[in-house]
Every structure is written in structure tokens, then in C-alpha cells.
């Protein structure tokens, strides 16, 4: 299974991709955690993205189409994956669909987690990262609207999405995805 979850800062992707990774056994890439550790880790990736992610705007589709490219380059993501953070804009939507392309992959699905902003709000702020500052949180969930939002209606049109309420438990939303996949395959 080749998946893509989609869903705004917050929304719960990181715990949903960890919970079906294991459930479907195939690893989760989040590109989000990826920058974080390159950022700890000094790199000069890390470098590059910490000053833009400080700020809630995203990381260049240049920079992220490397990232993934070599990501989905490694063995254990031969028999799937679950993308977690990307694509976030239609830019990135269209390279990742020529890498695959270039891998001889498709897609299989597209799951979108919507929560209402206020939870969003609420969420990132118990999270208590080092980047998770209100007012970043906000830009955050603006440049998520402007940017990432019209990947929705991308999905839909090519018949790849799928929308989970994902103002539920953990467990409620990750049998809503199992049950999303099931519909998907």
C-alpha cells in the first residue's frame, strides 16, 4: 500500500501513520520528523529549514522533493509506505507523482484527517515543541489552508480520497483510515 495522509498541523497524522504502519506493516515517512532530526542533528539541511520552520512557512518544494526522493529510495519502503507531511502544495503533489511514476509506483490512496481549527489550536499547544508557539501555530494553519487545502480537491478528482473525521479518539480515528484503506484496495 502506497499512502499519502493529509491533514493540517496537529490533526493527529504522525499517530494515525505510526498506528496503520504497524497495523499494515509498511513504514511511515514523515518529512516533518525527518527536518526536525536534521535540524537537531546540526546538518546543513537542518540548518536551511530551521530558520524557515521558526516562522510556520514551509520548506521549498526543492528542498522537500530531495527528501523524499532519497527516502523512497531505501529498501524497506519496496513493499509501501505512508507519507506523512507530504506533499503539502500541488507542486509537490505533481513531483511526487513523478517519482513514483520514475519508481514505477502509484498511489494507492489519500487520506484527509479534518479537525475543526480551535482543537488544532489546542493540540499543537499540548504537544509543547520547541516550534509549536501560538502564533506559529496559527501561520502554520494559514499557510495550511492557502498552500494545502486545494490538494484536497486534487485527490478527489483522480478518485484517491478519502475523509476521516479526525475530531475522535485515536483509536475512532484509526478505524475510520483501516476503514477508509479497506474501501481504497
Known sequence: MKLVLLGAPGSGKGTQATILAENIGVPSVSTGEMLRQAVAAGTPLGTKVEAIM??????????????????????????????????RTQGQAG???????????????????EVPEAELIQRALARKRADDQ???????????????QP???????????????GNQTIDEVAQG?????????
Do not use: C, N
Open 95 to 113: 513531483t511526487l507523482e513523478t517519482i513514483l511514476d520514475e519508481m514505477g509506483w502509484s498511489l494507492d490512496a489519500v487520506v484527509h484527517i
Open 54 to 87: 521558526s516562522t510556520g512557512e514551509l520548506v521549498d518544494d526543492v528542498t522537500m522533493a530531495a527528501v523524499v526522493r532519497e527516502r523512497l529510495a531505501q529498501e524497506d519502503v519496496l513493499g509501501g509506505f505512508i507519507l506523512d507531511g507530504y506533499p
Open 177 to 185: 483510515v483501516i476503514v477508509a484503506l479497506e474501501v481504497a484496495s
Open 134 to 148: 501560538e502564533e506559529v501555530i496559527r501561520q502554520r494553519l494559514q499557510v495550511y489552508k492557502r498552500q494545502t
Open 151 to 165: 490538494l484536497i480537491e486534487h485527490y478527489r478528482a483522480a478518485g484517491l480520497l478519502f475523509v476521516v473525521d
